[in-house]
């Protein structure tokens, strides 16, 4: 495994137009996006407490940026199988969990290293200002989500043999991620139609405990959605490791 995380690390220093890409789209969001409410909504009544808009939408896009990094991470399990480098991987002494957990490790560092960035950055505008303690926690919640949403899209590009059909139905799982969830506006200001899809998003959770960290906001965290969050995690890498299993065995 140690071999695939040196590898990972060096595929992603090898093309830093990589980097680049995947900062793009949440920097994007958040300067027109973002920018765009924080005038026509200053102020956001969150948990009982009043923040400003960009303090209520920073952790948003770094729970975005970790998405967008999946979103791009699954056509690279794709290109593997299709170049012949996965039939090569699976020829040496490594099995395919070693294989999966390998790159979900330097994955998700990467994806968390990039979301710790994004919200820095706008957390600066915001004026947020992080503790030493907070930034760890930052880490933590940043990690398990990307780990968590890696896992999901590895798995779509694993499973389906389509490379157009799994382009697609990521494209189309990363708009309904992202708009069904409290990532640009709250709970309470979405169509009564999306807010039960809100409440069984991964996104909600990852967010949800991000503004726990960042914000000064006076609630408890939700038990029982951290659990369903981390059985789901748990579900992520299982359906990945599996899927990648049967993919390496077919070869």
């Known amino acids: 495994m140690k071999g695939i995380i040196i590898r990972e690390i060096r595929l992603f220093v090898a093309a830093p137009i990589n980097l680049g890409v995947t900062l793009l789209t949440p920097i994007l969001y ?12 200053p102020v956001v009544s969150y948990q009982s407490t009043t923040v400003s808009y ?12 970790l998405v967008m990094f999946a979103n791009m991470s699954g056509p690279a399990v794709f290109q593997e199988k299709a170049s012949g480098m996965l039939r090569e991987i699976a020829s040496c002494p490594i099995t395919p969990v070693e ?19 994004i919200f820095l950055v706008f957390g600066a505008f ?12 930052l880490v933590v ?37 992202t708009f069904t969830s409290p990532v640009f506006y709250t ?14 998003n991964p996104m909600t959770y990852v967010v949800g405990l991000l503004r726990y960290v960042t914000l000064p906001a006076n ?7 951290i659990i369903a969050g981390l059985i789901v995690l748990a579900t992520a890498v299982i359906v990945n490791v599996l899927s990648m299993r049967r993919s390496m065995a077919n070869l």
């Open 126 to 137: 915001a004026q947020l200002h992080p503790t030493a303690t907070m930034l760890l926690k």
């Open 99 to 117: 294989y999966v957990l390998g790159k979900l490790i330097t994955g998700s560092g990467i994806a968390a290293a990039q979301a710790l960035l």
């Open 219 to 225: 609630f408890h965290p939700p038990i029982m959605g």
């Open 187 to 200: 709970i309470e200001n979405m169509p009564k139609l999306l807010r039960p899809l809100a409440q069984v």
């Open 54 to 65: 960009l303090q209520y939408v920073a952790p948003g896009l770094a729970t975005f940026a």
């Open 30 to 41: 958040g300067f027109l996006f973002a920018a765009s409410l924080s005038n026509a909504l």
């Open 141 to 177: 919640v940043l990690v398990i989500g990307a780990l968590g949403f890696i896992s999901l899209y590895n798995s779509i590009w694993v499973l389906v043999r389509n490379p157009q059909t799994a382009s697609l139905i990521s494209s189309m799982l990363t708009t309904v991620l």
